[in-house]
């Protein structure tokens, strides 16, 4: 009997995830990673905890408890307020994916005694012709979770799986009620997982202290001040605190070298949209063959992919030029590449090439 470590959150992807490999008579241990507890924020880490403990007694299966802080604080949240310190834009659910969970875990999973390593990501692994495992979307379009995966090694995709990836998120609700795991109604996490967004600025404060500078209009016109520019993302509307007439105002630059940051006036300004930009620190999961290559690219998480084309820089950058100027390219972002369903890997967004200027 194959034995899969699944790594359990408390939530009910997680959870369903370890009760299908069971059905499927895998020999099945939760993993529990303790990667950040912050009381200011009110961490929810015991009471995922406790879901944990309660869905593994309830379907049979032993768990472990694996504490991993120091290494999140090293691997994610230092780069993190690093990447904020130098005007980026971050997203450390990749970091973490990239380092915590497909790395030190897996390595983990596989150290015990595993086969695998299972999570509830809803992905979908095919294989290729010569039977290498490719990372495909998750069937439901809504929840897909391949843009959070595209920054982990190729050869992870050999010893992982992921149950659920077939499957839409209504049916993981109707099957978790079915099933009576005792966090089936239990809310999905959403936003940063070491902070709330509502209280965002307040936590950052705590380890980046607020920096005054310029704002200015694109024409160079004084219009206040800001309290730091790693407050603030490209494209960004609220808490400028710029009243009077006309359309609202929005971020579309930051220059850390002045500490200024550049504003305008309506949501379709050209400032706002490029069509050019690099990327660094590429990962392939399916490397392209030659390039220039043509393929399609989401920006950030939530946004429509995009046709574009390919040219490879040096080894470390690549411009990706695209069919049409796109809305608030932000470096820090990753840009992940797509061919169809299948997700072809990523990296991150450097610079920015404004369709402005060209």
């Given at each position: 009997?194959e034995?899969?470590?699944?790594?359990?959150s408390?939530?009910?992807?997680?959870?369903?995830?370890?009760?299908?490999?069971?059905?499927?008579g895998y020999?099945?241990?939760?993993?529990?990673v303790?990667?950040w507890?912050?009381?200011?924020?009110?961490?929810?880490?015991?009471?995922?905890?406790?879901?944990?403990?309660?869905?593994?007694?309830?379907?049979?299966?032993?768990y472990?408890?694996?504490?991993l802080k120091k290494e999140?604080?090293?691997?994610?949240?230092d780069?993190?307020?690093?990447?904020?310190?130098?005007?980026?834009?971050?997203?450390?659910?990749?970091?973490?994916?990239?380092?915590?969970?497909?790395?030190?875990l897996l390595?983990?999973?596989?150290a015990m005694?595993?086969?695998?390593?299972a999570?509830?990501?809803?992905?979908?692994?095919?294989r290729?012709?010569?039977?290498?495992?490719?990372?495909?979307?998750g069937?439901?379009?809504?929840?897909?979770?391949s843009?959070?995966?595209?920054?982990?090694?190729?050869?992870s995709?050999?010893?992982?799986?992921?149950?659920?990836?077939?499957?839409?998120?209504?049916?993981?609700?109707?099957?978790?009620?079915?099933?009576?795991?005792?966090?089936y109604?239990?809310k999905?996490s959403v936003?940063?997982?070491?902070?709330e967004n509502?209280?965002?600025n307040?936590?950052?404060s705590?380890?980046?202290?607020?920096?005054q500078?310029?704002?200015?209009?694109?024409?160079?016109?004084p219009?206040?001040?800001?309290?730091?520019?790693?407050?603030?993302?490209?494209?960004?509307?609220?808490?400028?605190?710029?009243?009077?007439?006309?359309?609202?105002w929005?971020?579309?630059?930051k220059?850390l070298?002045?500490?200024?940051?550049?504003?305008?006036?309506?949501?379709?300004?050209?400032?706002?949209?490029?069509?050019?930009?690099?990327i660094?620190?590429?990962?392939?999961?399916d490397?392209p063959?030659?390039?220039?290559?043509?393929?399609?690219?989401?920006?950030?998480?939530?946004?429509?992919?995009?046709?574009?084309?390919?040219?490879?820089?040096?080894?470390?950058?690549?411009?990706v030029?695209?069919?049409?100027p796109?809305?608030?390219?932000?470096?820090?972002?990753?840009a992940?590449?797509?061919?169809?369903e299948?997700?072809?890997?990523?990296?991150?967004i450097?610079e920015?090439?404004?369709?402005?200027?060209?």
């Amino acid at each position: 009997m194959e034995r899969v470590f699944v790594a359990m959150s408390g939530g009910v992807d997680s959870s369903l995830s370890a009760l299908l490999l069971k059905e499927m008579g895998y020999d099945v241990i939760g993993l529990f990673v303790s990667g950040w507890e912050d009381e200011f924020i009110g961490c929810q880490a015991k009471r995922d905890l406790e879901d944990v403990v309660a869905v593994c007694d309830s379907i049979s299966i032993p768990y472990y408890a694996v504490d991993l802080k120091k290494e999140f604080s090293n691997l994610v949240f230092d780069r993190f307020l690093h990447s904020l310190r130098s005007g980026l834009t971050p997203n450390p659910d990749i970091a973490c994916n990239q380092h915590i969970k497909f790395r030190l875990l897996l390595d983990k999973a596989l150290a015990m005694g595993g086969q695998f390593l299972a999570t509830g990501h809803y992905c979908r692994l095919k294989r290729s012709v010569s039977g290498t495992p490719l990372l495909f979307k998750g069937l439901d379009r809504n929840k897909d979770q391949s843009y959070f995966l595209h920054a982990i090694t190729a050869s992870s995709l050999k010893r992982v799986r992921f149950p659920i990836g077939a499957l839409r998120k209504e049916e993981v609700r109707f099957l978790a009620k079915k099933y009576c795991l005792p966090n089936y109604n239990k809310k999905d996490s959403v936003g940063i997982c070491f902070v709330e967004n509502k209280k965002f600025n307040e936590f950052i404060s705590r380890y980046i202290p607020p920096k005054q500078g310029a704002i200015l209009s694109t024409e160079g016109r004084p219009l206040g001040e800001h309290r730091g520019l790693h407050f603030f993302t490209i494209g960004q509307r609220k808490g400028l605190r710029i009243g009077g007439k006309g359309p609202p105002w929005f971020v579309v630059r930051k220059d850390l070298a002045t500490n200024t940051l550049w504003i305008a006036q309506g949501q379709d300004h050209p400032w706002l949209f490029a069509n050019r930009f690099l990327i660094r620190d590429l990962n392939w999961l399916d490397e392209p063959r030659d390039f220039p290559f043509r393929c399609c690219v989401k920006i950030r998480y939530r946004s429509q992919e995009q046709s574009c084309a390919l040219h490879l820089i040096s080894e470390e950058i690549v411009e990706v030029q695209l069919d049409s100027p796109q809305r608030a390219v932000t470096p820090g972002q990753s840009a992940v590449f797509y061919d169809g369903e299948q997700c072809l890997g990523g990296g991150l967004i450097q610079e920015v090439i404004p369709a402005w200027g060209t």
